[in-house]
C-alpha cells in the first residue's frame, strides 16, 4: 500500500512564507513526476507545480518566481517552498506522485490547508 502524507500547512500573513512537505511511503520501487495541487473553495483544483524524478519543472503562471519545488529522490519526499503569500493563494493543498509499487498509479494526498489572511 502506497501513502502520501503532506504536512507544513497553516496560517499566513500576507508576503509571508510557508514550506510544505510530502512523504510517500509503502511498496515503492520507482517514482516518476511528483507534483502539487490546490483547490480553493468553490473552485476546481488545479496545477500550482510539478517536477520529475531527474528535476524538471513547471509551475503555473500565479506562482512562478513566488513558488519553488524540489524533492529527495533517497528519501520520497516533495517539497514546495512559498515564498511572498497572497490572500488568493489560500487552499488546500494536495500532493500528487505516479509511484511504480505493485502497479503503476497515481496517487494523492489527503491535503493540507493554506490560509493567507491578515
Known amino acids: 500500500q502506497v501513502q502520501l502524507v503532506e504536512s507544513g500547512g497553516g496560517l499566513v500573513q500576507p508576503g509571508g512564507s510557508l514550506r510544505l512537505s510530502c512523504a510517500a511511503s509503502g511498496s515503492i520501487f520507482n517514482i516518476y513526476d511528483m507534483g502539487w495541487y490546490r483547490q480553493a473553495p468553490g473552485k476546481q483544483r488545479e496545477l500550482v507545480a510539478r517536477?520529475?524524478?531527474?528535476?524538471?519543472?513547471n509551475y503555473a503562471d500565479s506562482v512562478k518566481g513566488r513558488f519553488t519545488i524540489s524533492r529527495d529522490n533517497a528519501k520520497n519526499w516533495v517539497y514546495l517552498q512559498m515564498n511572498s503569500l497572497k490572500p488568493e493563494d489560500t487552499a488546500v493543498y494536495y500532493c500528487?506522485?505516479?509511484?511504480?509499487?505493485?502497479?503503476?498509479?497515481?496517487?494523492w494526498g489527503q491535503g493540507t490547508q493554506v490560509t493567507v489572511s491578515s
Open positions: 517536477i520529475t524524478r531527474s528535476g524538471s519543472t
Open positions: 500528487n506522485a505516479y509511484i511504480l509499487g505493485v502497479t503503476m498509479n497515481g496517487y
